[in-house]
């Protein structure tokens, strides 16, 4: 192109910009503003307070149960992945929108870029954890996600008044020295609030958490296709509402013990762990865990009994539940009478399988209580804790979900597997059965309807833990379809009638269809 005299309009456009560098701009501004706001989070030592983040927890939280639940179902423990995707299609869309309506004057694209710093804020603003301090992210993003705009929609617009090559040159640069700017710092962004002091705090917490006793033998299936008794920290399920897991350090963490009590309490992570350290194996599940479903799983916990904390406490008369609230601002009630029953060894666990807590369950401190679904019990990230009446309600129950939360007798098979391919004779049926708290007394399964059969238990560990079982067939070629159900040792049957996991857990046999040839 022939160098030519710049003709520019003191600010006044005569002819739109193009639309490709206009919808670039946008974007460029968005990301730019998103990679910001991330990478003074991460700096901060703050890593919800990035907008992203903020925004992403706030439609978690927001969002009505039906939806919540049809996300889990469909997508499982990527739930948070699609959540994340769906949140940069939406946000690059907009972005895309601010650009287009910007290509004679920047100010409409501005004023959308500006709405949604404000909704950044706002989120971050809304965040249980929320200091003032946090503000300087979406801040921070605002006045980067502004600056990239106007600078790339000037650069772009010198297209309309006649483009030099430098012109061109000079917008080609300025928008690959955004792209990898953003990059970096989003990648930066994320590698801190990660980093965020957890793990140093892991490690000096490990010298304290007494190693694993192995379960006794024949405690599991396993050969025969049932999970192994304990179930490693890496595949032990994980359910909660932290669309990234909160970074919390030993030496910050304090816990407060207030309410109904007669002298409140305030726990630093040294004086929990000075007393009696106790380990106890339970199986942990999930309310809305689906028939024949795998979100349940067991391991060696190790913590301080509630019960000796609410008694040094003093629990005032009148009293009814045990409030608890995370780091992140997830909340649960637990009955009094239940964390103060003797022999029932709720914790305030600080290890798991031998090792300090992982980031992902809880650390430093989270709660178990052996026969309640999680979400009554099993508070993660736990810095609050409040003696008080059931009027108070709790996360799930202003969601629609029952109050309390007993874990229900169940059974589950887990060989044969659906549309299996076996060759017909002996066919050996595989599963857990769990009645927390109350112990497994019998396992019953039938094929095709036919007579019930007893089937051999594995050793029992505790009644708060679950019980494998298993049973051989001789069976012909043909569809065959396998049942099983449970009966607790306080002689209840786990009952045929199918009911949904909304509002206090599944009911009905797990049946499995599979082919002998
Ligand atoms: N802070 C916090 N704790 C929480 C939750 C949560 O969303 N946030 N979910 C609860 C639920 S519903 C369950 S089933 C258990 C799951 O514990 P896990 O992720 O360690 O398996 O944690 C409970 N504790
Ligand atoms: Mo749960």
């Not at 503000?135 to 705009?149: E, K, N, Q, W």
Request: one cysteine or more; aromatic letters at 6%; charged letters at 20%.
């Amino acid at each position: 192109m022939v160098a030519r005299p710049h003709r520019r309009s003191n600010g006044v456009m005569t002819a739109p910009a193009p639309r490709g560098r206009a919808a670039f701009a946008g974007l460029a501004g968005a990301g730019s503003a998103l990679a910001a706001g991330h990478l003074v989070a991460g700096l901060a030592g703050m890593p919800t307070s990035s907008p992203l983040v903020a925004v992403g927890n706030s439609a978690i939280d927001l969002a009505p149960t039906p939806l919540k639940e049809f996300a889990v179902r469909t997508f499982g423990t990527a739930d948070k992945i699609v959540l994340l995707t769906g949140m940069a299609v939406i946000i690059a869309a907009l972005a895309v929108v601010a650009g287009l309506i910007s290509r004679r004057s920047r100010l409409p694209g501005s004023v959308l870029i500006g709405a949604f710093g404000v909704l950044g804020a706002v989120a971050v603003a809304a965040r249980p954890d929320f200091t003032t301090p946090a503000l300087v992210a979406p801040v921070m993003a605002l006045i980067a996600g502004l600056v990239v705009f106007a600078l790339l929609m000037a650069r772009g617009r010198s297209a309309v008044d006649g483009e030099t090559s430098e012109d061109r040159r000079r917008f080609l640069t300025t928008s690959a020295a955004v792209v990898v700017g953003a990059g970096v710092a989003g990648a930066a962004g994320t590698a801190l609030g990660r980093g965020a002091g957890a793990d140093t705090s892991r490690r000096l917490v490990g010298a304290r958490i007494p190693g694993v006793t192995a379960p006794p033998p024949g405690a599991d299936f396993a050969v025969s296709g049932t999970p192994t008794f304990l179930t490693t920290n890496r595949d032990f399920y994980r359910i909660d509402t932290a669309l990234t897991v909160p970074q919390l350090r030993v030496e910050d963490w304090r816990l407060r013990l207030h309410g109904m009590v007669e002298r409140e309490m305030v726990l630093t992570f040294d004086d929990l762990v000075r007393r009696p350290l106790i380990t106890r194996s339970i199986t942990l599940a999930r309310v809305s865990n689906p028939v024949g479903g795998p979100y349940i799983s067991t391991a060696e916990f190790h913590g301080v009994r509630v019960r000796d904390l609410l008694l040094e406490a003093g629990v005032r008369p009148g009293a009814q539940q045990l409030f608890t609230t995370s780091a992140d601002g997830f909340d649960t009630g637990t009955p009094l009478d239940v964390l103060l029953e003797p022999d029932r060894d709720a914790l305030l666990a600080v290890g798991m399988n031998g090792e300090p807590l992982p980031a992902e369950h809880g650390f430093p401190v989270r709660m178990v209580v052996p026969g309640l679904y999680g979400y009554v019990s099993a508070t993660k990230w736990l810095v609050d804790a409040e003696v008080t009446t059931f009027d108070r309600q709790h996360y799930w129950e202003k969601r629609g979900w029952a109050k309390q939360g007993p874990i229900k007798t169940q059974s589950r098979i887990d060989r044969p597997r659906r549309r299996d391919s076996l060759p017909a004779g002996p066919v050996t049926a595989a599963g857990i059965a769990w009645a927390q708290h109350t112990g497994i007394d019998r396992v019953e399964v039938r094929v095709d309807g036919g007579p019930w059969r007893t089937a051999e238990l594995a050793t029992d560990v505790s009644r708060d833990t679950w019980r494998m079982w298993r049973v051989t067939f001789h069976l012909g070629p043909g569809e065959h379809t396998v049942q099983c159900r449970a009966t607790d040792r306080a002689g209840h049957t786990q009952p045929e009638q199918r009911r949904p996991v909304l509002p206090d857990g599944a009911t009905g046999w797990h049946s499995v269809t599979f082919t002998c040839a």
